[in-house]
């Protein structure tokens, strides 16, 4: 049957989380409150490290950007969703679904680009520390956070421009709670292989080029400090590479799994509960998980509470 012989799809429905009444309202409260935790959570790191001069150091400069975009990234699908609980409408216009996806891809993008550029940072600060001050100057650092904005907003806009350059048409719905690109293009009426394999392409680019930076950083750490001999040292490094690490496995692995997987062999139900973890789970963890153990932001937060209390 022909492509012309079906009625154009102007609105797309989004099932959701689940159907029923007495889950909905349980996620909607457990959704909300980590929504409200992420903000603050992360809203807090952006303060400290704007007053406290201690913390404008490259760390916390990439640090506060991150903050920003987990705001960002949370904010584009959240609401929605907790909306869709609540009211159980998930109709969203092809311009809202679109630029629910942009925003999410261009943030997600971001973030994988940015968790690579830490991971580099705390890299040459432990293994190369002589040249840190040099290799991280204020203008770098501007350059890569800057680097990050843009090839994630770039990449986002090539991969939502070739998405809806193709017609939907049948089925509106949307066995999801965002509008994910894989899920959309299921609905379009044309074939989607060309799409479907740039869109992988990118993928690899934003998701396992930077998970390779990752993990060859932290285990050039971990050599590094192994290497010195101090127990306490090795100590603090598993520490801490492997809480960064526990973090970055459950971002990219979720993405991975939604993105670069087979097209088959995985029910919908899975990929909800992947993109759960990546879109709510990790925004939540990433400020706690940098920030639990550090004596700096542990001082910086005594100190803005002493000011609030005199």
Same mark, same amino acid.
């Given at each position: 049957?022909?492509?012309?012989?079906?009625?154009?799809?102007?609105?797309?429905?989004?099932?959701?989380?689940?159907?029923?009444?007495?889950?909905?309202?349980? $996620?909607?409260?457990?959704? /909300?409150? #980590? +929504?409200?935790?992420?903000? &603050? !959570?992360?809203?807090?790191? @952006?303060? *400290?490290?704007?007053?406290?001069?201690?913390?404008?150091?490259?760390?916390?400069?990439?640090?506060?950007?991150?903050?920003?975009?987990?705001?960002?990234?949370?904010?584009?699908?959240?609401?929605?969703?907790?909306?869709?609980?609540?009211?159980?409408?998930?109709?969203?216009? $092809?311009?809202?679904?679109? /630029?629910? #996806? +942009?925003?999410?891809?261009? &943030? !997600?993008?971001?973030?994988? @680009?940015? *968790?690579?550029?830490?991971?580099?940072?705390?890299?040459?600060?432990?293994?190369?520390?002589?040249?840190?001050?040099?290799?991280?100057?204020?203008?770098?650092?501007?350059?890569?956070?800057?680097?990050?904005?843009?090839?994630?907003?770039?990449?986002?806009?090539?991969?939502?421009?070739?998405?809806?350059?193709?017609?939907?048409?049948?089925?509106?719905?949307?066995?999801?709670?965002?509008?994910?690109?894989?899920?959309?293009?299921?609905?379009?009426?044309?074939?989607?292989?060309?799409?479907?394999?740039?869109?992988?392409?990118?993928?690899?680019?934003?998701?396992?080029?930077?998970?390779?930076?990752?993990?060859?950083?932290?285990?050039?750490?971990?050599?590094?400090?192994?290497?010195?001999?101090?127990?306490?040292?090795?100590?603090?490094?598993?520490?801490?590479?492997?809480?960064?690490?526990?973090?970055?496995?459950?971002?990219?692995?979720?993405?991975?799994?939604?993105?670069?997987?087979?097209?088959?062999?995985?029910?919908?139900?899975?990929?909800?509960?992947?993109?759960?973890?990546?879109?709510?789970?990790?925004?939540?963890?990433?400020?706690?998980?940098?920030?639990?153990?550090?004596?700096?932001?542990?001082?910086?937060?005594?100190?803005?509470?002493?000011?609030?209390?005199?």
């Amino acid at each position: 049957m022909g492509v012309d012989n079906f009625t154009a799809t102007t609105e797309f429905i989004l099932v959701g989380l689940t159907s029923d009444r007495k889950t909905q309202i349980l $996620l909607f409260v457990l959704i /909300l409150l #980590m +929504y409200i935790f992420t903000l &603050l !959570g992360n809203l807090g790191v @952006i303060v *400290l490290v704007q007053v406290d001069s201690r913390l404008h150091t490259p760390m916390y400069f990439f640090l506060s950007n991150l903050s920003s975009v987990e705001i960002g990234f949370i904010t584009s699908t959240v609401p929605q969703m907790l909306n869709h609980l609540l009211t159980r409408h998930g109709e969203l216009s $092809l311009v809202r679904c679109a /630029l629910q #996806m +942009y925003m999410t891809l261009a &943030l !997600g993008s971001v973030e994988a @680009i940015l *968790l690579a550029i830490m991971a580099y940072d705390r890299y040459i600060a432990v293994c190369h520390p002589l040249v840190y001050a040099t290799a991280m100057g204020k203008w770098r650092q501007l350059q890569l956070a800057s680097a990050c904005w843009l090839a994630g907003f770039i990449i986002a806009a090539i991969c939502v421009s070739i998405t809806f350059q193709h017609p939907f048409c049948g089925s509106c719905c949307i066995n999801h709670f965002v509008c994910e690109i894989p899920m959309v293009l299921k609905l379009a009426c044309d074939d989607t292989h060309i799409t479907q394999h740039i869109i992988v392409m990118f993928a690899g680019i934003v998701i396992l080029g930077p998970f390779s930076v990752i993990l060859t950083s932290y285990g050039l750490i971990l050599f590094s400090v192994l290497q010195m001999g101090s127990v306490t040292g090795v100590r603090k490094a598993f520490f801490t590479c492997g809480s960064h690490l526990v973090v970055v496995t459950l971002f990219y692995g979720a993405i991975i799994f939604v993105y670069i997987r087979p097209p088959s062999g995985t029910s919908p139900e899975n990929e909800k509960q992947m993109a759960v973890f990546y879109l709510v789970v990790t925004p939540l963890l990433n400020p706690l998980i940098y920030t639990l153990r550090n004596k700096d932001v542990h001082e910086a937060v005594a100190k803005v509470l002493r000011r609030w209390v005199l």
